[in-house]
C-alpha cells in the first residue's frame, strides 16, 4: 500500500468519524505488545494553546539533546505533519508501511478504528521503533477518552485554556469539559495549568499528583525570543517553562532561549509581509477573542480584509461577532470539507454585508488580509505560502 492509498483509506467514511472510547485502540495496541507502555510522555490538553506548547516543548527538549516526538493534530497540507521526531516529519513511505500494519492487525482482531485512532497507533510504533526518548502528545479531542490517553503514566501532563467547545461530546459547561481535560492526570505524576477549576485540583489530589499552577507572566528576557507572536503566547510559555523546569531542571536558560528562536507552529497568527497577510487558524470563540485581541494591538490603526471559513459544528455566529466591525470588509469561504459552513450558513448569521471569496486576487496589500476560521480550509490557500 502506497501513502496515497493509505490516505484513501483513512478518510473513508468507515474511519472518519469520532467516537470516544479507549477500548478499541487498547485492543490494537496489545496486538503490537502496546508500544505505547515503551516510552516516556508530556501530554497536552486544553481547548486553545495545545499546538503551541506541544511546539515549544518539542522544541526546546531536541535543543537540550533528546531525541524526541511530537503529536499534533490536525495537519494543514499532509497526515505526515502530525507525527515529528526531533522536528522531521515522518516520511510518507513509513507512514505507508505502519497504516498497512495495522489494517492488517484490525482484520485478524477484527477491531474497526477511528482515523485518529489509526494515527495514534501508527504514532506510538514509530517513535517506540525509533528508541525515542521523550514524546510529546496533544490530545486529539477532550482528554478523559481521547486515544492518546492509553498511556498508563507520564512525565508530566498540561492543560491548557478551558473554553466551551465540541460541547456535544464534552459537556455544555466549562466544569464538565474541565473534568474530561483533568482524565489526562496520572497517578503521583505533576500536572501544570494555569486554570483554577476546582475539578483539576480534586482530580490531581486523589491521584496524589502535584499541581503546579502557574500565572501568565514570564520573564521578559525569555520571552523577547520566541519566535511565535501573540498576546496570548505568554501564557503558553508560562506552561512550558513551569513544566521544563520541574522535570528537566537541567535544561539550561541559555537552551531555552535558543530553543524558542526556532519554534514552528505554522498559522497561528503567522504574518506574510509579501501579501500583508495574517493567517490564523482560531477554531472557536476563544480562539477568536485572541485573534481580536492581537490584531488589536498589534494592528491598531490597519484597515481589515477578513476571509472566514468555518465548520458548521462551532460557533460560528459568536466567532464573527467578535472579529467583525462594521468597517472591516469580509469574504465567506465556502471551502471543501464535509461539514463546512456555506456562504448562506454565514451570511445569515453574520451582522455585517459580506461577499463570497473566490480567489486570492482579493489579497491586495491596501488592507490587513486576514484568513481566519478553520484549519480544515487552509490547504486551498497554499499557493500563497509558497
Do not use: W
Not at 465556502?334 to 450558513?345: S, V
Amino acid at each position: 500500500m502506497d501513502y496515497l492509498q493509505a490516505i484513501n483509506t483513512l478518510t473513508s467514511e468507515k474511519n472518519f468519524h469520532i467516537d470516544l472510547s479507549l477500548s478499541r485502540i487498547k485492543n490494537i495496541l496489545e496486538y503490537f505488545d502496546n508500544p505505547q507502555d515503551k516510552l516516556k510522555y508530556i501530554l497536552v490538553a486544553g481547548t486553545n494553546g495545545k499546538g503551541s506548547v506541544c511546539s515549544m516543548l518539542s522544541a526546546i527538549l531536541t535543543e537540550a539533546g533528546y531525541k524526541t516526538g511530537l503529536y499534533t493534530s490536525p495537519h494543514i497540507f499532509e497526515y505526515t505533519e502530525r507525527i515529528k521526531l526531533n522536528g522531521i516529519d515522518i516520511s510518507k513511505e513509513n507512514f505507508a508501511k505502519y497504516f498497512d500494519k495495522i489494517q492488517k492487525a484490525c482484520n485478524l482482531t477484527n477491531t474497526q478504528l477511528t482515523e485518529f485512532e489509526i494515527l495514534t497507533v501508527i504514532m506510538f510504533l514509530y517513535f517506540k521503533d525509533n528508541n525515542t526518548d521523550i514524546v510529546v502528545l496533544e490530545t486529539g479531542l477532550g482528554g478523559r477518552l481521547d486515544a492518546t490517553n492509553v498511556i498508563k503514566e507520564n512525565l508530566c501532563s498540561i492543560i491548557t485554556t478551558i473554553d466551551l467547545d465540541h460541547t456535544n461530546y464534552l459537556g455544555n459547561t466549562k466544569e464538565k469539559i474541565a473534568t474530561e481535560k483533568a482524565g489526562i492526570i496520572k497517578k503521583g505524576c505533576p500536572v501544570v495549568t494555569s486554570m483554577g477549576y476546582e475539578v483539576i485540583k480534586d482530580k490531581a489530589d486523589s491521584l496524589g499528583s502535584m499541581m503546579l499552577f502557574t500565572s501568565p507572566f514570564v520573564q521578559t528576557d525569555i520571552l523577547k525570543n520566541l519566535s511565535l507572536k501573540g498576546l496570548h503566547q505568554e501564557e503558553n510559555l508560562a506552561l512550558v517553562l513551569a513544566c521544563i523546569n520541574y522535570v528537566f531542571p537541567d535544561i539550561s536558560e541559555e537552551t531555552i532561549k535558543s530553543a524558542l528562536i526556532k519554534v514552528k507552529n505554522p498559522f497561528r497568527f503567522e504574518y506574510f509581509e509579501k501579501h500583508n497577510l495574517i493567517v490564523d487558524a482560531c477554531h472557536n470563540p476563544n480562539g477568536a477573542i485572541a485573534l481580536r485581541n492581537n490584531l488589536d494591538y498589534y494592528y491598531p490603526f490597519q484597515n481589515r480584509r477578513f476571509i472566514f471559513g468555518c465548520l458548521r459544528r462551532k460557533d460560528y455566529k459568536q466567532m464573527m461577532e467578535i472579529l467583525f466591525s462594521e468597517n472591516d470588509e469580509i469574504y465567506f469561504n465556502e471551502f471543501d470539507y464535509k461539514e463546512a459552513c456555506t456562504f448562506y450558513d454565514l451570511t445569515k448569521a453574520c451582522n455585517f454585508p459580506a461577499q463570497k471569496y473566490t480567489d486570492e486576487s482579493v489579497l491586495t496589500t491596501d488592507k490587513l488580509n486576514i484568513i481566519c476560521g478553520s484549519f480544515y480550509m487552509l490547504s486551498g490557500f497554499r499557493k500563497l505560502f509558497t
